[in-house]
């Protein structure tokens, strides 16, 4: 299951123990809803913020103790009281969600890790809160993971997020390697796009490997869950590079039968 560019992020998964098994997929709910208020449907740009500004009503409202207005927040305030979580990480994903309305282009790097800051992060961290493993060790890590994962999902979703005028590639790299948005509208993968796609993929990678190092401060079945998240997010890498990097014309995405590898892989870490 996906939550718009979480498709690498594990929801209420068999791997989790039962007992926070709702609690997780309170989470989903909120981001996948709040995300479809950015992505889907018609609706002007006005109305999609204003949708997304109730939710922070709704959040404001539980911090102040006022009794939640809906089914799904009366769920949020209760695993927030249940497991000590912060809502400003539910902000921060309704910030990323409402930057995706009025926000299409990303002048450097910098830009882009400030949107996985508040788009991809607070995922990892209201994870570690929920097992009770959140310190400022595990949150680093976590971090590089998430961001990593959001970038992963970018590089396979360049044509799909071409498609809603909004493209995540850094601009001064596009001009670096001499890539421009008529070659995104064109879907074409010459020498230059190739290049471009391999220094985001080597960096990608790089963030998940300085990131992975958190399976080895987890135990049990969340040790199990983050170790096959990282690595279904390095075999989308894999998947790209065997594709010479043509994402139009081979979208990488996990098959049934990568699950098998990932598990491998993930029990040897």
């Known amino acids: 299951m996906s939550v718009g560019h979480y498709e690498n992020f594990p929801v209420a998964s068999l791997l989790l123990p039962r007992g926070l098994r709702e609690a997780v997929g309170v989470i989903y709910r909120f981001a996948r809803t709040a995300d479809d208020f950015a992505d889907e449907g018609n609706d002007p740009p006005a109305l999609r913020l204003e949708k997304l500004q109730g939710y922070r009503v709704e959040l404001q409202g539980i ?12 769920d949020v305030a209760g695993i ?13 994903l309704l910030d990323a969600f409402s930057q995706d309305v009025v926000k299409g282009r990303y002048a450097d790097f910098s830009e882009v890790l400030d949107y996985c800051r508040r788009s991809a992060n607070p995922v990892g961290r209201l994870l570690l809160q929920l097992f009770r493993k959140s310190t400022p060790e595990t949150c680093a890590l976590s971090d590089r993971i998430c ?52 220094f985001q993929v080597d960096r990608a990678r790089r963030m998940m490997t300085e990131g992975a190092p958190l399976v080895r401060l987890l135990d049990g079945r969340f040790r199990l869950e983050i170790a096959v998240t990282v690595q279904g997010g390095l075999r989308i890498l894999e998947k790209l590079e065997r594709a010479n990097y ?7 995405r996990l098959r049934a039968l990568d699950w098998p590898l990932l598990f491998f892989r993930a029990l040897r870490t």
Not at 80 to 92: T, V, Y
Not at 165 to 192: K, W
Not at 246 to 252: E, K, N
């Open 63 to 74: 911090q102040a103790n006022k009794p939640p207005a809906t089914p799904l927040f009366r």
């Open 80 to 92: 927030a009281r249940e497991h000590g979580l912060s809502l400003q990480l539910f902000h921060d």
């Open 147 to 198: 961001s990593s994962l959001q970038l992963i999902n970018f590089w396979q979703d360049i044509e799909i997020d071409h498609a809603k005028d909004r493209i995540y590639l850094p601009q001064d790299e596009m001009r670096r390697f001499g890539v421009g948005e008529e070659q995104l509208a064109a879907r074409r993968c010459d020498s230059a796009f190739r290049e471009l796609l391999r």
């Open 246 to 252: 043509d994402l139009f014309r081979h979208r990488p």
